[in-house]
């Protein structure tokens, strides 16, 4: 099974920019689906950015406009790149592939924190 290591969390200032990696233990077929999602304290879990299995790219409402996904099948990585942060993009930020049958395997969470 594919595992998916977080990096580049940590502390930014509001109206910063930022970058996270996603690096899979594993070959990650460039069809599979894969994305990025948060998840801040008491809230839901939610999608940041998604690269779809036909390669339509999908992003959250509330992140519209502010970040890019992609991702470099060579080295079975996915990027997230954030601009305009916002202390409300505060959260945990997970990584997460499916396999080809709508299961998904998740990062274990980077922390990014968007100061005043």
């Known amino acids: 099974q594919v595992q998916l290591v977080e990096t580049g969390g940590g502390l930014v200032q509001a109206g910063g920019s930022h970058g996270l990696s996603c690096a899979a233990s594993?070959?990650?077929?460039?069809?599979?689906?894969l994305g990025w999602f948060r998840q801040a304290p008491g809230k839901p879990r939610e999608l940041v950015a998604l690269?779809?299995?036909?390669?339509?790219?999908v992003y959250g409402e509330s992140v519209k406009g502010r970040v890019a996904i992609s991702r470099d099948n060579a080295k079975n990585t996915v990027y997230l790149q954030m601009n305009s942060l916002k202390p409300e993009d505060t959260a945990v930020y997970y990584c997460?592939?499916?396999?080809?049958?709508?299961?998904?395997?998740w990062g274990q969470g980077i922390q990014v924190t968007v100061s005043f």
């Open positions: 997460a592939v499916e396999d080809g049958t709508r299961n998904w395997t």
């Open positions: 594993g070959s990650v077929p460039s069809t599979n689906p």
């Open positions: 690269i779809g299995r036909n390669g339509v790219f």
